[in-house]
């Protein structure tokens, strides 16, 4: 499914919670950080946020699919459910950032033919 250059595209964003519930206010803020990630990366299809609430920490594990890629996942335990999902969207960005650097650095690379015809042209053959 390829998108229209220009096309407006909202991402479902599907915020799950185990052993527990969250409020309504951390609900809309995790939704609305979460959306923030098609700054980093149009081709998000889908972005899902699990919280897992135990006794002594929460765990939150954030999973972004994409086009063309498998799953990007991140994940981190801490205190409270707004601070431990804010250090796990960093460690999604990061991984985004790096993997959409990899892209253009790779579109960037000559070709294997453009290479050898280089290396043609500097060794020159002997006259003799």
């Not at 915020?15 to 951390?26: A, K, L, M, Y």
């Amino acid at each position: 499914m390829d998108r229209a250059a220009g096309e407006e595209f909202f991402v479902q964003v599907s915020v799950t919670c185990r052993h527990g519930s969250i409020t309504d206010e951390v609900r809309d803020y995790i939704t609305q950080k979460a959306e923030k990630l098609l700054t980093f990366f149009e081709r998000v299809f889908a972005i899902a946020v699990t919280v897992d609430i135990n006794k002594d920490h929460v765990l939150v594990e954030l999973l972004v699919d994409t086009e063309h890629r498998h799953n990007f996942v991140a994940s981190d335990r801490g205190e409270d459910v707004p601070g431990t999902f804010d250090r796990v969207l960093h460690k999604m960005e990061q991984q985004i950032k790096k993997y959409k650097e990899k892209i253009q650095d790779h579109r960037r690379d000559k070709s294997l033919n453009d290479v050898a015809e280089q290396a043609i042209d500097v060794v020159e053959p002997e006259e003799g």
